[in-house]
């Protein structure tokens, strides 16, 4: 190597020093937490900090980097290209840290992967299949666990199952599963009484509708999607989707079902499906706050769900 007359190294190389300099990694920590969350108050409630210190340390990156990785408008804030660009690498930075620092702290015991899924889907779907998973990954612990909605894998989560129906944060990595299929179901021994076949299928008047609070728009989005005209018929409403599955199995009224959830009593011969299913525009993910290489269990994980999803 060359140098000067001081022993130093070539002024190019001192010239190119500062361009190898990683940003602090405190700073670069409250980026990565502000980055998925977008919000500068979440990021500090996550790392026990004030919204000032949040808001300091990512200038403090975007002032040694000189370049804004945030835009802020109307008290909200907004990933940058560059952000975009940074929290993933950042993500995966920190991730592979996080998995290297679990393993080293517990060689002898394997954490599990914790997964939620919304709580119908996990019931009527996820679980009866899972033996299946477990005869092929018998030495992989994972924890099933209900929910639904919004969540932060700050809170315990490794990954989690969610129709998208709500808005998740840009830096989430999102892989498709399958495409939402719904269609009225009833007990086959009242589809005579609540459905009309042949040439005008459709259903007859006085059918009782079955209406959950979780999916309210369930039946005019699906009356929409296939071209069907829905009276003003009577509804009983339920509080979660199940309740209203249940009940059309009880013979107590039809209930939108959709196919994932409702496969295995159509199959069993407990429910009908008269007018069959359309897609309603939504679809299911996995989530995780990274992408995952196809060998690790996150990966074989996501392998087996596109399969049966299949």
Known sequence: MSSDMNGEPNSQLKSQSPTWRLPSLAGLRCFEVAARTENFSRAADELHLTHGAISRAIRAVEDDLGIALFERRSRRVFLTDAGRKLAK???????????????????????????????????????????DFQARHPDMPVHLVAGGGPFRFGD?????????????????????????????????????QFFRTGRKPGIRAGALRLRTNTRPGAWSTWAAKAGHKLDEEPEQVFEHFYFSLQAAVAGLGMAIGPWHMVCDDLESGVLVAPLGFVEDGSSYYLLSPRESSVHSPQGQLLGWLREIAA
Not at 90 to 107: A, C, K, S, W, Y
């Open 156 to 192: 315990g989560i490794d990954l989690a199952i969610r129709r998208n129906d709500f808005t998740w944060p840009a830096s989430i990595h999102a892989t498709p599963l399958f495409a939402e299929q719904v269609g009225p179901v009833c007990s086959p021994a009242k589809a005579q």
């Open 89 to 131: 690498s950042v993500n995966q930075g920190f991730g592979l840290i996080h998995d290297t620092v679990r393993e080293l702290r517990t060689p002898s015991r394997v954490a599990p992967l914790v997964v939620s899924c919304e709580p119908t889907l996990l019931m009527r779907w996820l679980i009866p299949r899972w033996p």
